[in-house]
């Protein structure tokens, strides 16, 4: 039970033995710096940790000459792929049935993800942007209204005058039809914001995630001729994920993908596990477009709500990478993107194994 407790509890939990090799790794030590239990166990952890939280100031002689709880905060480590962490964490000499000392435990947590502090926050922060923002969306959803009313207006006239004309009518209602979707898709997009909603963690194969979402995406994938090229590795284990929620991530991201390319595009999908064979932690997916790319400034704004570069015909909302990153994080993933103007750009996602 303990065993299950410590495997899967939010904080990362660490062992070391008395020469500082790491004996355990928990579930959420993987999450929060990116190593797979494998790939960590009898190294010494400050090959791992490339940081201070094992530099000059090691607190493991201390905590040992103490034999109490040493409390550090605010250590920042670095991850695997290099994201810097603030942690805090708690260190404690770790003693066998028969009291022996034979290492060290550390407990830490990701102070940058403080979950509950953090939600609460976002949920404020999005109830105050969206009252400042109502005002916006009721001009946003009034905009197509009012050329909805137009056509309509002008076909029923039409109507009642007996002028059929099958040309203007097909184009008078492919106007009334796309400015229907629009609003929907403006609602449905506000309230997936809006919603507070707890992933429903299961198995979910991320190959069949793809191969179930991309049907849906035909139409734009027809209409700009693009190329899609998948390679999934073989026999990738499972993620712990929500269906419908992972779903709304790679739709958001292929339909960016889809908007940033030109006729006869190219988007690349890549899925791919990280860890040892049969034990993986990780399991990866890349978006890679060759389309406009994201300029260097506008990399740490594309997930601020409402952030949208994109205007006229196909106009933006700004919520798609909000929502995506919202979802990734409730995961326990990471996502980033590289990219470069003129060429194209690569979102990555990591979520863990079960
Ligand atoms: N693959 C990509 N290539 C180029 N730019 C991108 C890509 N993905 C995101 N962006 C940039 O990030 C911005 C924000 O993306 P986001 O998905 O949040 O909003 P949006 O696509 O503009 O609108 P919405 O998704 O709400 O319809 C985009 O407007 C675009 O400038
Ligand atoms: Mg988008």
Redesign the pocket.
Known sequence: MLEGLLKNMEGGVFTVDLDKKIISFNKGAEWITGYCLEEVLGQPCDTIFNSNICDGSCPFEKTIKKNAPVNINEVVIQSKDGTQIVTSRTLFPLHDIHGNLRGMTVIFRDKTELKNLRQQLLQSEKLAVMGQLAAGVAHEINNPINGIITYMHLLLKNLRENKIDPETWKGNLELVERETRRIGRLVKNLLNFSRKTEPDLRSVSLQRLIEESLPLLEDQFLIKNINIIKHYEDKTPDVLGDFNQLQQVII?LI??AV?AVDKQGNIDINVYSEGKKGSECFVHFDITDNGSGIPEEDLNKIFDPFFTTKVGDRA?IGL??SIVQQIVKAHHGRISFKSQVGKGTTVSVRLPTP
């Open positions: 958001n339909l960016n908007q933006g798609g990478l």
